[in-house]
């Protein structure tokens, strides 16, 4: 089946610094990647649909110059978390959807990203 | 945006079948039913996914009423590697995007 791959799995950074994560779409082109974080204990939050070749579309409350998203091809899209702080800290997980031949859509993901910023 | 609501928690026992029953009454006429399973530290990884009757592959079965409002997934013959949470989304169409929503999920705890 389809790979969605992320990088790094996990990252440690200091208080006040950027940090990106990239999602790639190993053998598939997506036009499409979402990005979510999760809490301990929680279910996954969409923050933000990545459009290859556009802006990307964040959902409300989600700081867009906070969550830096780039998706500029068709394999590739980067998260940037900018000036991170503890609250920040949490698990980075990303999608990339491919429509199917009948109206429905198949999701894949990555194996998520542990950010703890200290 | 249809909502899904499932049981927070379940648990079984080795070599019992679950079934997981989400609801989705606001589903929309073109949205697919999908369900994802997630270990901690992963990211969720797809289980099966139908529109309308009873879809079956090599691990589970996923059973949806003729009205669409419910659907119910079907393990059997539970491992203790099946302990994981459970997710039911119902894709959501918004400006040319096909968004996922994940609801709360249901934790599945298969005992010895």
């Known amino acids: 089946g389809a790979v969605v791959s992320q990088h790094p799995s996990r990252v440690i950074c200091k208080s006040g610094t950027s940090v990106k994560i990239e999602c790639r779409s190993l053998d598939f082109q997506a036009t499409t990647m979402f990005w979510y974080r999760q809490f301990p204990k929680q279910s996954l939050m969409l923050m933000a649909t990545s459009n290859e070749g556009s802006k990307a579309t964040y959902e409300q409350g989600v700081e867009k110059d906070k969550f830096l998203i780039n998706h500029a091809s068709l394999t590739l899209s980067t998260l940037t978390v900018t000036s991170a702080h503890p609250e920040d800290s949490s698990f980075y997980i990303c999608s990339a959807s491919i429509p199917g031949g009948q109206g429905n859509t198949e999701a894949f993901f990555g194996q998520g990203t542990r950010l703890t910023v200290v | 945006l249809a909502k899904t609501t499932q049981p927070i928690s379940m648990d079984s026992y080795e070599g019992q079948e679950v079934n997981i029953t989400c609801s989705h009454n606001n589903i929309a006429t073109n949205d697919y039913i999908t369900w994802y399973q997630q270990f901690p530290s992963q990211g969720p990884r797809f289980i099966i996914q139908g529109y309308k009757t009873k879809v079956t592959n090599e691990v589970a079965s996923l059973f949806i009423p003729a009205d669409r409002k419910s659907s119910t997934l079907s393990l059997p013959r539970v491992s203790l590697s099946d302990t994981a949470v459970y997710y039911c989304?119902?894709?959501?169409?918004?400006?040319?995007?096909?968004?996922?929503?994940f609801g709360s999920g249901t934790r599945l705890l298969v005992r010895p």
């Open positions: 989304l119902v894709g959501a169409r918004m400006d040319s995007s096909y968004k996922l929503i």
